[in-house]
T-cell receptor, first 111, second 113 residues
Framework: RKEVEQDPGPFNVPEGATVAFNCTYSNSASQSFFWYRQDCRKEPKLLMSVYSSGNEDGRFTAQLNRASQYISLLIRDSKLSDSATYLCVVPLTDSWGKFQFGAGTQVVVTP | DTGVSQDPRHKITKRGQNVTFRCDPISEHNRLYWYRQTLGQGPEFLTYFQNEAQLEKSRLLSDRFSAERPKGSFSTLEIQRTEQGDSAMYLC???????????FGPGTRLTVT
């Protein structure tokens, strides 16, 4: 099993709709997580941190399920500008030195 | 601009040549990370520094790869005797500390011909 797994998509979402997708991780000791978005041929940019059960920032909601070892990202009222690849990030060591990125979930918001 | 910067943005080199990339992190950030990303994949961890100390290296980092952060500020990543498989985007990131979010630079896209 990969350390961090994501559904690659693409998730084709009509503008204004809601989309949600998960990220599963194998290291049960991981404490905090991050979601980054990456536009085509650009660097990843931080979207949200997830430190406890979840986090909400405007139209974006992240939830953590420690028992099942996954985090989810939900986007409400999708905008065309939400089209991107969403990367799940899991710290893998107690020293927090190493971060494992998932391969990303592609979201395409259509008019 | 106070973000992470990388230089060069693009590098085309012939197989067997050596290349060196530079990363300037956000000034107050103690941690600096190097990643490699290929098409369709997430960034792969290569190595990271706490100030000038290199704390961990990935098994992906063969003997041809070396990274330094001599004064705890900017960092360099050198690839010796480049191979076509080294073609990728090399990303640098920095963070304030071990539990803080990482901020990425624009990356250096390496093409080995």
């Amino acid at each position: 099993r990969k350390e961090v797994e994501q559904d690659p998509g693409p998730f084709n979402v009509p503008e204004g709709a809601t989309v949600a997708f998960n990220c599963t991780y194998s290291n049960s000791a991981s404490q905090s997580f991050f979601w980054y978005r990456q536009d085509c041929r650009k660097e990843p940019k931080l979207l949200m941190s997830v430190y406890s059960s979840g986090n909400e920032d405007g139209r974006f909601t992240a939830q953590l399920n420690r028992a099942s070892q996954y985090i989810s990202l939900l986007i409400r009222d999708s905008k065309l500008s939400d089209s991107a690849t969403y990367l799940c990030v899991v710290p893998l060591t107690d020293s927090w030195g190493k971060f494992q990125f998932g391969a990303g979930t592609q979201v395409v918001v259509t008019p | 601009d106070t973000g992470v910067s990388q230089d060069p943005r693009h590098k085309i080199t012939k197989r067997g040549q050596n290349v060196t990339f530079r990363c300037d992190p956000i000034s107050e950030h103690n941690r600096l990370y190097w990643y490699r990303q290929t098409l369709g994949q997430g960034p792969e961890f290569l190595t990271y520094f706490q100030n000038e100390a290199q704390l961990e290296k990935s098994r992906l980092l063969s003997d041809r790869f070396s990274a330094e952060r001599p004064k705890g500020s900017f960092s360099t990543l050198e690839i010796q005797r480049t191979e076509q498989g080294d073609s990728a985007m090399y990303l640098c990131a920095s963070s304030l500390g071990p539990s803080n979010e990482q901020y990425f630079g624009p990356g250096t896209r390496l093409t080995v011909t």
